[in-house]
């Protein structure tokens, strides 16, 4: 199977777990399509959906699945999502769709998180994917600054570059801008995450620690599932 048959294949197989009722995360992300595809097709009575982006509301009111609020729906049983990198542990990077923040609340308001990816995904230590690092627009050079002066700390030479689309610098639904960073390798995720967050400035990053309770791994064997 080529990437996208897997990404399928692992939507697929997390559509599954949803059941009548449940209240559900919706990703964002070319994998988190798949799902989200895949659970419009069940049609399953009384579900309530919270999207993490804007994109994915979009896509899940064209399939008619019925969204709501996060904080009407208090606590999700289940929130689905794809990632960047998929390490030891079920220690990820996200945030190649620009949604890090609205995601993190989403997941970190789930009883059960589920990351569905595709092989390519599995790594051994994080960090050859960039790391996305959520900045508030307002003093974003003197934050940039700040992060570079924490990435030396973690011997990452590596520059922050602002993600633009055709010259224009992209903003996430909260309205922030996106540093990427590609740190190569990243051999303490825990200890580099607190050191971004505890920067004035940063909103988010994305990697996402002790967040995935599983994973759903598309290989050309079938789907995987790994647990921390």
Request: net charge negative; proline share 4%; glycine share 10%.
């Amino acid at each position: 199977m080529n990437a996208d048959d897997q990404k399928q294949a692992a939507g697929a197989a997390a559509a599954a777990l949803v059941e009548p009722g449940m209240k559900v995360g919706l990703g964002t992300g070319s994998t988190a399509v798949w799902f989200v595809r895949a659970l419009a097709e069940r049609r399953l009575e009384r579900l309530r959906c919270v999207p993490t982006s804007e994109a994915t509301a979009a896509l899940a009111r064209e399939l008619g699945l019925p969204l709501a609020e996060l904080d009407a729906v208090g606590t999700l049983d289940l929130t689905v999502d794809g990632a960047d990198e998929v390490g030891p542990g079920l220690a990820l990077i996200k945030g190649a769709g620009g949604a890090l923040l609205r995601e993190k609340l989403v997941w970190e308001a789930s009883a059960r998180c589920v990351c569905i990816a595709d092989a390519s995904k599995r790594v051994l230590r994080l960090g050859a994917f960039t790391l996305p690092v959520e900045v508030v627009p307002f003093g974003a050079k003197s934050t940039v600054n700040r992060i570079c002066d924490v990435l030396s700390e973690f011997e990452i030479g590596a520059l922050p570059r602002l993600r633009s689309r055709e010259g224009v610098p992209v903003r996430t639904d909260g309205g922030n801008l996106l540093y990427d960073v590609a740190c190569g390798r990243i051999d303490d995720p825990a200890a580099l995450g607190a050191a971004l967050k505890s920067l004035t400035g940063v909103v988010e990053h994305g990697l996402f620690l002790d967040l995935a309770d599983e994973a759903l791994i598309a290989t050309d064997a079938g789907v995987e599932r790994l647990t921390p």
